[in-house]
């Protein structure tokens, strides 16, 4: 489970310009519900991520790897992450996407 610190930096109430499916994807990193539908998992294929959503008998392309990544990197740099934090969110990522920061 992230730290609440870690959570509530990365919030996506706190990016009013954030799309809806990198929410989703954020949501899925930190194991949070913060959009509809829930992605379950997230594979990816050929440096396209896919998404299989509660609800959903199709995967969902959420977009490239490199772009997905630059946007992370981006957002771990906007919220402020102290080292602590940004080593977390660089192990969220790891974890739960198999990608490193």
């Known amino acids: 489970m992230p730290s609440i610190s870690l959570l509530e930096k990365l919030d996506p109430d706190r990016y009013p310009n954030m799309c809806m499916t990198f929410a989703a994807i954020l949501s899925y990193v930190c194991g949070e519900q913060w959009t509809q539908p829930v992605i379950l ?34 957002l771990g740099m906007a919220a402020g992450l102290n080292p602590d934090e940004w080593a977390e969110y660089q192990q969220r990522v790891e974890t739960r996407l198999r990608l490193c920061l």
């Open 41 to 74: 998992d997230i594979d990816i294929v050929e440096d396209v991520m896919l998404a299989m959503s509660d609800g959903q008998f199709l995967p969902k392309l959420l977009g490239e790897v490199p772009d997905v990544l630059v946007n992370l990197r981006r």
